[in-house]
Structures are given as C-alpha cells and as structure tokens.
C-alpha cells in the first residue's frame, strides 16, 4: 500500500502507481509529492545540498515486519519541466520519479554501483511502457 500526501495538483492512475509498487516491494511507502520549496529544506537538511531536487528517497533504517520500506518525496515543478523537456506526459514523468525513488529504497544506488540501478530502472520502464527516465537518458 502506499501512504500518499499529495501537497500538489498533480493527476496520477493510483492502481498503475500501486502496481509498480508491488512489482517492487511487498512493504508499504509513505509518498509525499510536494514543490521546490520544501525539496529544497529536505535536500539542505538530510544531503546538505541547498537546492531543490526531482526525488528524495528515506529508507527506514531497520527491516521489521508490518514496517513501512521509507518514504519517497517528489517535487511538481520538476516533474512538470522534465514531462515538458521530453515531451511526455506529466503522469509519465512522475512514474518514472517514482521509480527511481522506490529503487533506492530497496538498496539501489546509481552513484555508487555498476549499473545494477539503471538495470533495474530500464526493465521497470520496459514494463510498464514508460518513457527513458533521466539516469536511463544519461547512459
């Protein structure tokens, strides 16, 4: 299940989101989509980078049954720009934001591994006929 906190006017299909959570993880996610301002205090607060960011990811530190695997925090402006970028929907992007964050929460790490992220990525957007993500367009 996820926990959705949609500070946002942002649409989404929340079955397709539920679905891609599940092919994931069987834990719950706590998803917040909020805007640059508070991205930004987050970043600067947990990351120490003062500006505002597509995905945050907080993986809860412990695995304990019946717990939550984190939370993912997604900003709107970005997925509005990017979805405008590329020429997509802002559904698509907002997935593919998504995506990226609820890897991360699984242990996946792209700024650290060798590719094993951008693998993971790559087959969850082919699955779900998703557009190239930013790490899948960056490769």
């Known amino acids: 299940m996820i926990d959705i906190e949609n500070n946002s006017s942002l649409e989404f299909d929340l079955s397709k ?15 917040i989509i909020t805007n640059n301002d508070e ?3 987050l970043n600067n607060e947990h990351r120490n980078i003062n500006k505002a960011t ?3 990811s907080f993986p809860l530190e412990f695995n304990m049954p019946n717990m939550p695997v984190g939370s993912i925090v ?8 990017k979805a405008d ?21 699984v242990g996946f790490d792209h700024e650290v ?3 094993e992220h951008r693998d993971k990525e ?15 367009r960056n490769s």
Do not use: C, M, R, W
């Open 54 to 56: 597509d995905v945050l």
């Open 122 to 136: 790559e087959e969850l957007i082919n699955k779900f006929n998703l557009p190239k993500s930013l790490i899948v």
């Open 17 to 31: 989101l539920e679905e891609i959570a599940s092919y994931v993880t069987s834990k719950d996610i706590e998803l």
């Open 74 to 81: 997604i900003s709107e402006e970005f997925v509005k720009n």
């Open 113 to 115: 591994d060798n590719g």
């Open 85 to 105: 970028e590329y020429g997509h929907k802002e559904e698509e992007e907002f997935f593919l934001l998504f995506i990226h964050g609820l890897l991360h929460l």
């Open 39 to 41: 991205i930004q205090e």
